[in-house]
């Protein structure tokens, strides 16, 4: 099992950036699948980006594909989410997920085949 504590939501305009941190303990990130995910009012939780076990490979949700970049700090056992070009349908609050072994078949922007969530972080973008 797995602690996730996420960080860096804020209020920003269109266009700028934020980074959000998940900051784990209790198990080495690297073993994990680490998934972002965002869940607006009333509307269902999605995913935005996974990266794999070992770090390398990563997957992006088409509406955010070459504006978020995800990324692992193997030193700080913590999984960044880069946003650039934030737009108001970002506004969301934003989870950490992690899996360490996934019960098959698995898809990456479930949020079904998650074991372990953090608390989310808000994000809200202004036209």
């Known amino acids: 099992q797995v602690q996730l504590v996420e960080s860096g939501g804020g209020s920003v305009q269109a266009g700028g950036s934020l980074r959000l941190s998940c900051a784990a303990s209790g198990s080495l990130l690297t073993t994990y699948y680490m998934s972002w995910f965002r869940q607006a009012p009333g509307k269902e939780r999605e995913g935005v980006a996974v990266?794999?076990?070992?770090?390398?490979?990563?997957d992006y949700a088409d509406s955010v594909k070459g504006r978020f970049t995800i990324s692992q700090d193997k030193s700080k056992n913590t999984v960044y989410l880069q946003m650039n070009s934030l737009k108001p349908e970002d506004t969301s609050m934003y989870y950490c997920?992690?899996?360490?072994?996934?019960?098959?078949?698995?898809?990456?922007?479930?949020?079904?085949?998650?074991?372990?969530w953090g608390q989310g972080t808000q994000v809200t973008v202004s036209s």
């Open positions: 990266i794999y076990p070992g770090g390398v490979v990563t």
């Open positions: 997920a992690a899996v360490r072994r996934p019960s098959s078949p698995f898809y990456s922007f479930r949020p079904g085949g998650y074991t372990d």
